[in-house]
């Protein structure tokens, strides 16, 4: 069902979606019109007014009450960072690790999800990596069968960004959660289209930046650390903001304040923070269930026409309870780069995408303002160019 059937109103919302077509929301998002707007009244204010004016502290605890809300958590286990790189390496380089001490993750992830966690070599951990059948396939039986004793951790992403393969974060959760390992997620390819639960999913720690689905501005996002886990992982940013500093004098020995704040160093990005909960409000009203509906309705859509055109499809089977809005496809006739500068000359904006074999690839990812019209005249374009 088209959840904005008044082009007029989907115009308005989504600027973009007035001349172009944009299925990149797995990359970097246009901003819709109501975050936008949030961000320049923010600016606009600041010109008049100092950037941290009165009710600024009011509305960056509303944003963290709409982002604990929209993950199941409670509001002082968020802290509003980004990118989602920060969060995870605040998880990597917090955490007391000894030697032998084994982390588990998965090389084909995204590199901000791989490198924090390879680093920790040079503190003496084992870094063991998960080897699916498939491109981000990350199934709780491949889980359960890497694990062994000396796991201390297991890393992954939510969805695979590049075959957009979901995994089962509460079957993988409870799993960790029976044999005391700690599950650290980047949840940044389905935050704002499928819903999550990270207290039913039993995720300790989580980055997402709200750059991508969450329809967000660039370098703002939730990291959730469980409030159990406060001591056990320790700010490795330090400042006036997160350690207690009366009168904003320092002391002579580090205390942190009592809430997630405590991984936030010093002042914070407050446009963008604005901007994320504009997002939020609209992902309140639209509802997270109808919205990852729509996505997969997309998905259904499109994916037996790119097949009828020959095309080779990655990721799962689009009735999957792993798929996603992520669709990623080549053609053995003509080259991705090709096919790519085709709808980019139509203003079609998808992603390019390269598998570890070097082979190009298209990606789509649309959002649920898109239509079964933009992905019909997308199919044209393809058609056309082969």
């Given at each position: 069902m088209n959840l904005f059937p008044d082009e007029g109103q989907r115009h308005a919302l989504?600027?973009?979606?007035?001349?172009?077509?944009?299925f990149a929301h797995a990359g970097v998002t246009a901003?819709?019109?109501?975050?936008?707007?949030?961000?320049?009244?923010?600016?606009?204010?600041?010109?008049?007014?100092?950037?941290?004016f009165g009710d600024v502290l009011r509305q960056i605890k509303e944003t963290r009450q709409a982002c604990a809300q929209f993950i199941g958590a409670q509001p002082?286990?968020?802290?509003?960072?980004?990118?989602?790189?920060?969060?995870?390496?605040?998880?990597a380089n917090g955490?007391?690790?000894?030697?032998?001490?084994?982390?588990?993750?998965?090389?084909?992830?995204?590199?901000?999800?791989v490198y924090?966690?390879?680093?920790?070599?040079?503190?003496?951990?084992?870094?063991?990596?998960?080897?699916?059948?498939?491109?981000?396939?990350?199934?709780?039986?491949?889980?359960?069968?890497?694990l062994t004793p000396k796991t201390k951790l297991v890393a992954l992403a939510s969805a695979h960004f590049f075959t957009g393969y979901r995994i089962d974060v509460e079957a993988i959760g409870a799993l960790l959660h029976t044999r005391g390992i700690?599950?650290?997620?980047?949840?940044?390819?389905?935050?704002?289209?499928?819903?999550?639960d990270v207290e039913k999913a039993h995720v300790d720690f989580l980055s997402a930046d709200a750059h991508k689905w969450m329809l967000g501005p660039l370098a703002i996002g939730i990291v959730y650390v469980r409030k159990s886990h406060f001591e056990q992982l320790r700010p490795t940013l330090l400042g006036a903001w997160n350690v207690v500093s009366p009168n904003f004098n320092a002391l002579d020995e580090i205390r942190f304040v009592p809430t997630a704040q405590r991984y936030e160093p010093g002042v914070l990005n407050i446009a963008g923070i604005l901007g994320m909960r504009a997002a939020l409000d609209f992902f309140h009203a639209q509802g997270l269930d109808t919205i990852a509906a729509r996505l997969l309705e997309l998905k259904a859509h499109l994916v037996p026409q790119l097949k009828d055109l020959g095309f080779h499809l990655l990721g799962p089977d689009i009735?999957?309870?792993?798929?996603?809005?992520?669709?990623t496809f080549r053609h053995e006739r003509a080259s991705s780069a090709t096919l790519f500068a085709a709808l980019e000359k139509a203003k079609i904006i998808a992603s390019l995408r390269h598998d570890r074999a070097g082979r190009d690839y298209l990606r789509f990812s649309p959002h649920c303002y898109n239509t079964e019209a933009e992905l019909d005249r997308a199919i044209e374009v393809l058609h056309a160019a082969l």
């Open positions: 989504f600027p973009v979606s007035r001349d172009q077509v944009f901003l819709p019109q109501f975050v936008a707007d949030a961000v320049c009244t923010y600016t606009q204010l600041s010109a008049k007014n100092p950037q941290e002082d286990e968020i802290a509003l960072l980004g990118p989602t790189s920060l969060g995870l390496s605040l998880f955490l007391d690790w000894q030697p032998g001490d084994e982390v588990l993750c998965y090389h084909g992830d995204y590199p901000a999800n924090p966690w390879i680093d920790l070599r040079r503190r003496g951990v084992i870094v063991r990596y998960l080897e699916p059948a498939a491109p981000g396939e990350i199934t709780p039986e491949l889980v359960a069968a890497a700690l599950f650290s997620l980047d949840a940044i390819q389905t935050l704002g289209a499928f819903p999550l009735h999957s309870p792993a798929a996603s809005s992520i669709t």
